[in-house]
């Protein structure tokens, strides 16, 4: 079911897929989602190029009291890939620990969650190898079950051909498309990943999906036929009601006419 991200309620342990190509609703939406942490006592880190990072805050000062006072205590920080740079290549090894490193530092500060956000467009600028860029977010997916994490990794349409966003969809349990947010029935799961026959395993894990869709249907058609039917006798009850009603005050205009009449 989708709802709006104005109303998503983000949770500890989630990973949202963000594919968008309105630069406006990317904006309006990533301000929402680190202003929200940030009040609710989550360290929030971006993870993309400085240029990015820098526009972030500058859009953030402008919408969030108290912005810098969030900065210097380390509440929010950009994490810029050109910092993890070797030979002008994307080391994602180094990346991992230090998001790591930050999810550490997180809980021995004291702060409920670490809301990441990372920018894969940007990531694949520097780092060419897109089974790696994969890796690299499976990885993050699969450390969701025993961490403080909330993963936001977010997609351009106009930067990321298609044939690459399919495969980043797989690892997505939650897509936001826009604005709108979905659970994936698309999505691969680690044990699926991991599975010694993964195409069987992913067989599987499709018609599970299929027979958990069909059977939210007919739990929802069966409410609503409900939910009809209760309408349908309440509509009934208080048509009788009215009729009854009426019947009495024909019956005492009946009775008054009489009395005058003698």
Known sequence: MAMEN?????????????????????????????????????????????????????????????????????????????????????????????????ETLTYLDGYAALRLVVDIGALLQTTPNLDALLDFVSHLDETLPT????????????????????????????????????????????RVRSAADPAQAQLDNWMNSLRMAESTRLALSQSRAELQNRVQERTRALRNTNQHLIEQINRRIHTEQELLAS
């Not at 929200?36 to 929030?44: E, I, K, V, Y």
């Not at 051909?161 to 999505?187: E, H, K, W």
Request: include cysteine; proline fraction near 4%; charge should be neutral.
């Open 147 to 190: 961490s403080r994490l909330i993963l936001l990794f977010q997609y351009s349409r106009k930067q990321i051909p298609a044939s690459a966003m399919l495969r980043f969809m797989a690892l997505s349990p939650i897509v936001m498309d826009g604005t709108q947010v979905y659970q994936n029935l698309f999505y691969q799961p680690p």
């Open 6 to 102: 104005s109303s998503y309620n983000w949770q500890v342990g989630e990973h949202v897929g963000w594919f968008y190509e309105n630069e406006q609703d990317h904006a309006r939406i990533l301000n929402a989602f680190i202003t929200n942490g940030l009040q609710q006592n989550q360290r929030c880190i971006y993870l993309g190029n400085s240029e990015n990072g820098s526009e972030l805050l500058t859009a953030l000062k402008d919408s969030l009291p108290g912005l810098q006072e969030y900065s210097l205590r380390g509440q929010i920080t950009v994490l810029a890939q050109q910092s993890l740079l070797n030979q002008g290549k994307l080391q994602l090894e180094a990346v991992l620990q230090a998001i790591h490193k930050q």
